[in-house]
C-alpha cells in the first residue's frame, strides 16, 4: 500500500532506463492524447539531437560528472570566454565556494580577491559587457507557452533553453539547472571565471540581471548534494572543506573514450510541442486534477544516454 | 575580486546570526523602501509568532532535524491522524524511501506493501477523505500577490503558507519545503503515514491532487543533500541504503530542552506587506534591474532562532 507521487521523468529517471517509458510505437497510439512516457517512447531518431561538443562542458567533481550545455546564441562573448578558460585548464584545481540552499552552488577561485594569490586568466577577457537579453530575430525561434509567465511578456523555449521576453527582447530564464555567470556590483563585471547553477526554485528575479551561460543537462545530483555552506550567501566557511573541481574542459577537448554520449529532445519539433501539452493537461491515471496550466520551469526538456 | 550573487536571505542566513542584518531601527529609517535585511533588522517582537507546538513536528534524521509547521487550517482531519501516528511513534525507525532530483523526498514504511510485516497504523485511519482545498472564508484572509499566477486565479500567503485559488476556493501550494502525504490511486487513499517534501522547483501541478499537510520551517538541507534514489521516480533501491528515521514527534511531546526555538514571521502584518514589496522591487545596489515583479512561491516567510 504504498503511497505515489505521480510521475515525474526526470533526465536521471530517463538515464536510468527504469522501463519507464512503455514500448508504445506512434502507429500503435490510440486516439486518446498520450502522457509524457508514451510520447518519448514513440520518438524517432529525429526528435533528439547530439549537442554541440565544443559548446558542451564537463564539469568533473570527486562524486561524478556534470554535464552543460552552453548557450552561444545567448551569450556569445561569455561562451567564448568560458571556452578559452577551460581550453586553458583554468578551473581544474579552483572549488566549489558556494552551496546555498534553495538557491545557487558556486564555483570558481577561492583566491579570487588575492591579487598576489589569484590564478591568471590567460588570454581570457576579465571583464565583459552584459549578455543579459537579445534582440528578438528569427534565429531564436520560441515555442510560447499558453498560460502566461509572472515575470514577463512571454515565456516558452527557444532552442533547447527556457527563454523569457518582453516586446522585441528575449532573455534565458533562470530555472532549476541553468548556469550564469556571477558578477559584482556592475554590469561588465563579470567574465565566465565564477559560475553558478541554479538548485531551487527558479528565482526569476534574477533575470536580466545576471548573464546565464547555459543548462546542466547531466548530473544535476553532483552539485545538489553538496553540504551547505554556513557562511553569509551561502558561502563555504573553514573549518568546512571546500569541494575540489578536479577539471572543466570541452567535451571537444575530452578523448572520445571520455566523452558521456547523450541526447537532448529537440524543442523545434511537433513533438515538443505535444509533450508540453501532455504536461499541461495531465492524463496519467493518478492525476484527479489535471491542471490545464503549465509554467516555463516545469516544462521538461528531456535528456537521455545514446541509444 | 570574487563574484557575488545578489543576497537572498534564506532561513539558514537568518538562524546564523551572519550579520545580514544591519541594526536600523523603524525610527531611523530613511524615506527610501528599505530591503528585506533592513526590514528584518527593524522587525519589533510582535512581528514574529511561536508556531504552536502542538502543531510543530520534529523529524530528526541521522544528520539532525527538520522542523515541519502542520496546517490544520487546510488539512484538518491529515494533521490529526499524522499527530496520532507521532505520539503513537508510528515514524520512528521507519525509512527515506524516495529521493527524486528536483522533486521530492518522501518517507513512510518500507513495508507498507506487505500487509504481513507492516507496520501497524494504531489509532490512526486507514485511509481518509483528499482535503485537496477549502471553501474560503474569513479565517483564511489571504494576503494577495499583485502580479498573477500562471496556475490559479489568485495567490498569495494566509497564516504562514503559501495558498492559491480560485472563485470560492482556497488551496495550499506545492512550493519548495512544502510537505504533503502521498497517495494511491484514489483521492481518499492518503492517510499521512506517508509523507514527502517539495525539494525543487514548485511542482504546481500536484496542488490539488494531494493534500499538503504542512512546510519545513528548519532544516531543508538535511533532506535536499540525501543522496538521489537510482529507481523509478527516484526510490531507493538495494545495495544503497535508506536513511533511517530517528523520530517524528511533536514538539508538545519533546522536553524543552531539546526543543528548537524559533519563530516565524507574522504574514498578517504591515511589515510582511512590505517585505513583499521589498522582494518584489528590488532596492539593494547590486540589482540593476528590479524586476518589480512576483513569483508565489519566490516569497520568503523568514524564520528565526528565537532572541
Known sequence: MRRLLPLALTVSALLAGTGLCPAVRAEDAPA??????????ASKPDDWRTPDPSNTLYLDLPSGRVVIELAPDYAPA????????????????LSVLRVQENYVVQWGDPNA??????KSLGDAESKLDAEFQRQRSAELPVVKLPDGDVYAEFAGV??????????DKIWLAHCYGMVGAGRGDTADSGNGAELYVVIGHAPRH??????LVGRVLLGMEH???LQRGTGPLGFIEAPAPMTAIKSIRSAADTPKSERTAIEVLRTDTPLFEQLIEARRTRRESWFL????????CNV???????P
Chains 1, 2 share one sequence.
Open 158 to 167: 527557444s532552442k533547447g533553453f527556457p527563454v523569457a521576453g518582453k516586446s
Open 206 to 211: 534574477l533575470d536580466r540581471n545576471v548573464t
Open 78 to 93: 561569455h561562451v567564448a570566454n568560458i571556452k578559452t578558460l577551460a581550453k586553458a585548464h583554468y578551473f581544474d584545481g
Open 113 to 118: 580577491e588575492d591579487e598576489a594569490k589569484r
Open 300 to 306: 521538461p526538456i528531456p535528456v537521455r544516454l545514446k
Open 223 to 225: 552539485l545538489t548534494t
Open 289 to 296: 486534477e489535471p491542471t490545464g496550466r503549465i509554467e516555463l
Open 32 to 41: 486518446k492524447p498520450l502522457g509524457m512516457a508514451e510520447l518519448l517512447a
